[in-house]
């Protein structure tokens, strides 16, 4: 299903053509939300081009604020904020490549372990509006804290809730991981 997009409903075929691979060379050939690769040779018909963030939370309809994604990871995207969607189609994977049939599923440490994280014990405490921690075992004796996102982002955050209660064995950024349930670049 096509976007409402004033801006793409005037171009011509060979205008939207081009756009299409601006987008898809400024993206570096992946879509915008799966982060896989797209072919445009094999999928130009089944590629979407859509706002990063919606008209409707006052995105402009103008070409940067168009990304290039599947037509199906369109279709199934979690967030109207693509950036959103993004953020939580890396916490989709991450799950997935984590489940070991137990059912369950991702926790903080396999977040830091996609984003390259070393093993460091970590205490961490998540509180109403942020999340506390520290690491042991190192000359780290400082303790940090980061605001949480809640709202936008409910799925995640619960998700870390339920899980983050003991402490955990984590990557020695926990900034990654916190960075992934509170940001989305
Ligand atoms: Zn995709």
Redesign the pocket.
């Known amino acids: 299903m096509a976007i409402h997009s004033l801006a793409l409903s005037r171009l011509k075929p060979e205008q939207r053509h081009e756009l299409e691979d601006r987008l898809w060379e400024r993206q570096k050939h ?7 690769p ?1 072919d445009l040779e094999l999928q130009r018909k089944v ?1 979407e081009i859509d706002h990063i963030i919606p008209v409707a939370a006052d995105g402009k309809d103008e070409e940067n604020n168009f990304v290039l ?2 037509e ?3 279709r199934r995207k979690s967030s109207s904020d693509l950036r959103v969607a993004r953020v939580l ?1 890396r916490f989709n994977r991450i799950e997935q490549e984590a489940d070991d049939g137990t059912g369950q599923g991702a926790n903080l440490g396999h977040v830091l372990k996609a984003y390259g994280g070393a093993t460091k014990p970590l205490r961490m405490l998540i509180g109403k509006n942020s999340v506390r921690f520290s690491a042991s075992g190192t000359d780290e004796t400082e303790i940090s804290e980061v605001p949480l996102c809640r709202e936008r982002q409910q799925g995640v955050q619960q998700r870390v809730h339920r899980r983050a209660s003991t402490p955990l064995e984590l990557a020695a950024a926990p900034t990654a991981a916190v960075g992934a349930v509170n940001s989305w670049p």
């Open positions: 992946v879509c915008f939300i799966c982060e896989r797209i590629m994604t599947h199906a990871c369109n189609e």
